[in-house]
């Protein structure tokens, strides 16, 4: 009962107090992950490696299994089989959602969602991590260190100013970056980002590019997106799913010769854009 | 004592406070100490209806908090108010002794009545005051945490929830209905004699359990008032907003919701329980579903997630049909759905929403 109460964010069962392993340089394992939705195969023996402090693009027509693939190693699906390693040691296949935002993994959701009757600074503070105990829960006030820590993450993602402002009342563009602030406060090792600049200002969609490269290096980024010239400004290597499995790898100006990822997606995607 | 800044900024809640004491004092003087022909004079009718409002106003407020803040529409929240009324009534009945129309010491009237020879095992420890009050917090507490636990861990949500937690309560009411249930069946617990040594119908007991359920009232709100200005309250209000979004921030959804679901049904459970001395009686109808269905009207009506608005709501809306019930009986159940259809059409966030915003507009 006690474990009950206090356990109230997962960390409980989070398998290892040391750092995520990533001595090989692979921050990220998925293998042979198939994944079957009454006999449609939404994710079909995929297999994908994203390196420790690595941007990578992930495009792909629609029904390509991106967003299935982001709830695999969320856990919100969960695969027929396959595996997925955090590291060398953490197997993500073990763990539900809070247990894998609790051992370094942040999500985006493709629509905004931020909690729209706080202000951004309680959003801010209801994604710290650490704050989560019970006895952290049960506050209402904020420790200097703590304090510190939001106007850091306020300051990166360009809302030193709306700290008190309520989240509902941000404008489009800063709903994305206040949730991928909340994610930064988690402190976490790898980024899953889905489809940032969706609905964005072409100035929006620079900062957001800027936020994001300023990212990488010290974590791992994985951006779904659809906006080609939004992938050209970030990526050094995209990833094309089709059909639910890897269908090119490689420099964005590469795959844009490959007469398959022509065929499938970015042929009749330039024609659109 | 300074106030704590979470009740201090809480000015809608600082005149609750203070119209919960006036009355806790007024009330009292006007029953006892002015004398019965004087215009002021409150009858014990009156303090008993009072008291019953604010029992209601309790249960509202565990309404509101699981509704208002964490997004569960429990249809079935008198359920935990009637296993709390049940609980005291137990006590009661076991107060009674000898007194009963057969005169068993231990067997209530109804099971001498039913030709049964001893107290079932769930009747012992009844007879002890403490005893039956814990249980007014545990029996409906561990009903929530186990149905809780269940429901929130299979994701059950939204309608399919609210449906469930209406079945919940009208399996009950069913249950208790039979008579080998041993709760006294379609008659319930009644003819209740004393509380604690005191005659059960005097003035002053009357009194203590008016002034008891305005301390009752005002101790839930301040409990809740203080939960949600937590950051557990932000978790509560993100779990409403987006669920998925706490659970990938590392939140164990189900378990805060199963632990602040337990805890809204033990203050419904001590609504119930201080309900019963006042009605002097407790029957399977408080099971009703349509009792649960009003809880939530109430809520709507004063405003949901303010707490504040969910008292209001109680105390305005049963006031209303304590006087639409005596003037025009038949009327009831039509005003009250149609009260119902027009705030949730024209008062989206119920009275105290409307006061906001008329407040909002003027500055």
Request: hydrophobic content about 50%.
């Amino acid at each position: 009962m006690s474990e009950l109460i206090s356990d109230l964010d997962g960390s409980g069962l989070r398998p290892l107090q040391e750092p995520v392993d990533a001595r090989h340089g692979i921050l990220l394992y998925l293998e042979e992950v198939t994944v079957t939705f009454d006999g449609f195969k939404a994710i079909d023996n995929l297999s994908l490696y994203i390196g420790d402090g690595e941007l990578r693009c992930i495009i792909g027509p629609n029904g390509a299994g991106k967003t299935t693939m982001m709830d695999i190693i969320t856990g919100k699906t969960k695969p027929d089989s396959g595996r997925v390693f955090f590291g060398q040691t953490i197997d993500l296949l073990k763990l539900d959602e809070p247990a894998i935002a609790r051992v370094g993994i942040g999500r985006k959701f493709q629509r905004p969602t931020v909690i729209e009757p706080l202000t951004v600074l309680e959003n801010l503070e209801l994604a710290m991590s650490g704050a989560k105990r019970l006895r952290g829960l049960m506050t209402t006030r904020l420790s200097g260190e703590e304090r510190d820590c939001i106007a850091a993450v306020l300051d990166r993602i360009g809302l030193a100013e709306h700290g008190g402002r309520l989240a509902g009342i941000l404008a489009h563009g800063q709903k994305q970056w206040l949730e991928i602030g909340m994610l930064l406060m988690q402190e976490p090792r790898l980024l899953l980002v889905d489809e940032p600049v969706a609905g964005m200002t072409p100035a929006e969609m620079d900062r957001t590019a800027e936020l994001l490269r300023s990212l990488a290096g010290s974590h791992s980024v994985v951006v779904v997106e659809h906006d080609m010239g939004f992938v050209r400004s970030i990526a050094d290597r995209v990833t094309v799913l089709h059909q639910g499995r890897v269908l090119a790898e490689g420099r964005l100006d590469e795959l844009q010769e490959d007469p398959t990822v022509i065929d499938v997606y970015l042929g009749a995607g330039d024609a659109y854009h | 004592m300074p106030l704590p800044p979470w009740l201090l900024s809480d000015r809608a809640g600082l005149v609750l406070l203070a119209v919960l004491a006036l009355i806790g004092v007024g009330v009292p003087v006007l029953n006892l100490l002015v004398p019965p022909d004087h215009p002021l004079h409150l009858t014990a009718y009156t303090v008993t209806l009072l008291g019953k409002y604010l029992c209601y106003a309790l249960l509202a407020v565990a309404v509101d908090l699981v509704w208002g803040y964490m997004g569960i529409l429990s249809l079935g929240h008198a359920a935990f108010f009637a296993l709390g009324g049940y609980c005291f009534g137990m006590y009661l009945m076991r107060q009674i002794g000898t007194r009963g129309v057969y005169g068993d010491p231990a067997l209530p009237d109804f099971m001498v009545f039913l030709n049964w020879k001893e107290l079932p095992w769930y009747w012992h420890g009844f007879d002890l005051f403490w005893f039956a009050a814990l249980m007014v917090l545990v029996v409906p507490g561990l009903l929530a945490f186990v149905f809780g636990w269940f429901a929130f861990r299979s994701r059950v949500s939204g309608v399919y929830l609210s449906i469930i937690t209406q079945a919940l309560t009208y399996a009950l009411m069913l249950a208790f209905f039979r008579n080998e249930m041993g709760f006294g069946g379609n008659n319930g617990l009644t003819d209740f004699k004393d509380v604690l040594g005191y005659p059960i119908h005097a003035d002053a007991t009357r009194i203590v359990l008016f002034v008891l359920s305005a301390l009752a009232l005002a101790g839930g709100y301040l409990a809740c008032r203080w939960l949600v200005s937590t950051r557990m309250g932000r978790v509560l209000v993100a779990i409403r907003d987006s669920e998925d979004r706490a659970r990938f921030l590392g939140y164990r959804v189900e378990r805060v919701k199963a632990l602040v679901f337990t805890f809204s049904a033990m203050l419904a459970g001590v609504a119930g329980a201080l309900y019963v001395p006042q009605v002097g009686i407790i029957n399977p109808g408080e099971f009703a579903p349509l009792n649960s269905i009003e809880a939530v009207i109430w809520v709507a009506v004063g405003g949901r997630g303010t707490l504040v608005g969910a008292v209001v709501g109680a105390v305005l809306v049963n006031y209303t049909k304590t006087w639409l019930t005596g003037a025009l009986p038949e009327v009831w159940l039509f005003a009250l759905g149609g009260l119902f259809v027009a705030v949730t059409l024209l008062l989206p966030y119920g009275l105290v929403g409307l006061l906001r915003r008329r407040r909002e507009a003027a500055v």
